[in-house]
């Protein structure tokens, strides 16, 4: 199977900057990547696929980049309703996995 | 509206098995394949597997920690995905989604991504 890390594991931002998150596959998967936001108590929604694809009805200050094995998800002035925990997915495979997410809270 | 609702979870042996729902509404559920996936309390998302639609077979991918013991089916007439666990271990203990995964076409290229969620439904495998 593939494996997903993510990095970091959590970080504390304030509302207005500028956030990124890494998610490294263990082989390459092209573009194969999507991310997820999930808050507490409630279910994942996407917010990007293929890597660098905005969902529908996902702010524009949300992007993602990269390809192969390298990936960053970054929010562009930090909401407070941004505060919630991020995972990648990789589709490459039809084993699909998650990364272990990151948690973004309030500094 | 699309809607995905979870149902069939609880409190259950181990050993023992248990059928999830997966109801869905607002969309044609026969054109999609359909994913579950689950949340262990405290821990991240873990994919437990997939199914295509008719289109493509109806066939299923699993995570190799359920394979051979879950069955994902579908029943395109009612628009519900299940997900019958059998030989339930204290391990597979979770919050279970489903999720709508349409194959999207981007830049010439066809990607999988979980699209719309159900609010998921609770598992507890315990004596």
């Known amino acids: 199977d593939i494996q997903m890390t993510q990095s970091p594991s959590s970080l504390s931002a304030s509302v207005g900057d500028r956030v990124t998150i890494t998610c490294r596959a263990s082989?390459?998967?092209?573009?194969?990547l999507n991310w997820y936001q999930q808050k507490p108590g409630k279910a994942p929604n996407l917010l990007i696929y293929?890597?660098?694809s905005l969902q529908s009805g996902v702010p524009s200050r949300f992007s993602g980049s990269g390809s192969g094995t390298d990936f960053t998800l970054t929010i562009n002035s930090l909401q407070p309703e941004d505060f919630a925990t991020y995972y990648c997915q990789q589709s490459y495979s039809m084993s699909f996995t998650f990364g272990p997410g990151t948690k973004v809270d309030i500094k | 509206e699309v809607q995905l609702v979870e149902s069939g979870g609880g409190l259950v042996q181990p050993g023992r098995s248990l059928r999830l729902s997966c109801t869905t509404s607002?969309?044609?559920?026969?054109?999609?394949?359909m994913s579950w996936v689950r949340q262990a309390p405290g821990k991240g998302l873990e994919w437990v597997g997939f199914i295509r639609s008719k289109t493509y077979g109806g066939t299923t991918e699993y995570a190799a920690s359920v394979k051979g013991r879950f069955t994902i089916s579908r029943d395109d007439s009612k628009t519900i995905a299940y997900l019958q666990m059998n030989s339930l271990k204290t391990e597979d203990t979770a919050v279970y989604y489903c999720s709508r995964t349409p194959k999207v076409e981007r830049f010439l290229e066809y990607f999988y991504a979980m699209d719309v969620w159900g609010q998921g439904t609770t598992v507890t495998v315990s004596s």
């Open positions: 293929a890597a660098s």
């Open positions: 082989q390459s998967i092209s573009t194969y």
């Open positions: 607002g969309f044609t559920f026969g054109d999609y394949p």
